[in-house]
C-alpha cells in the first residue's frame, strides 16, 4: 500500500513563508504524478500544485505565483515551497498521487 506522510505545517504570520514535505512509501519516479491539496474548514478540497514524473509542475490560480512544487527522487519526497502567505491559505494540505492515494494531512494556519 502507498503510504504519504506530510509534515512541515503550523503557525505563520500573513506575508510568510512556510515549506511543507511530503514522504513516500514508493519510489516517487514509479508514479506518474504527485501533489498537494488542501481544505479549509466548511469547503471543498482543492488542487494546489502537482508535479509530473516527466518534470512538468502545474498550479492553482490562487497561487499567483507565491509557491513551488520540488520532487527530490533520491529521498522519494515532493515538497511545496510557500510564501507571501495569507490568511486565505489557512487549511488542511494533503499529499497526493495518482491512484488516489492521499496522507493525513497537515495543517497550515495563516494568523497575526
Known amino acids: 500500500q502507498v503510504q504519504l506522510v506530510e509534515s512541515g505545517g503550523g503557525l505563520v504570520q500573513p506575508g510568510g513563508p512556510l515549506r511543507l514535505s511530503c514522504a513516500a512509501s514508493i519510489n516517487i519516479n514509479s508514479v506518474n504524478a504527485m501533489g498537494w491539496y488542501r481544505q479549509a474548514p466548511g469547503k471543498r478540497r482543492e488542487l494546489v500544485a502537482v508535479?509530473?514524473?516527466?518534470?512538468?509542475?502545474n498550479y492553482a490560480d490562487f497561487v499567483e505565483g507565491r509557491f513551488t512544487i520540488s520532487r527530490n527522487s533520491a529521498k522519494n519526497t515532493v515538497s511545496l515551497q510557500m510564501n507571501s502567505l495569507k490568511s486565505a491559505d489557512t487549511a488542511v494540505y494533503y499529499c497526493?498521487?495518482?491512484?488516489?492515494?492521499w496522507g493525513q494531512g497537515t495543517h497550515v494556519t495563516v494568523s497575526s
Open positions: 497526493w498521487t495518482c491512484g488516489e492515494y
Open positions: 508535479a509530473t514524473r516527466a518534470g512538468r509542475a
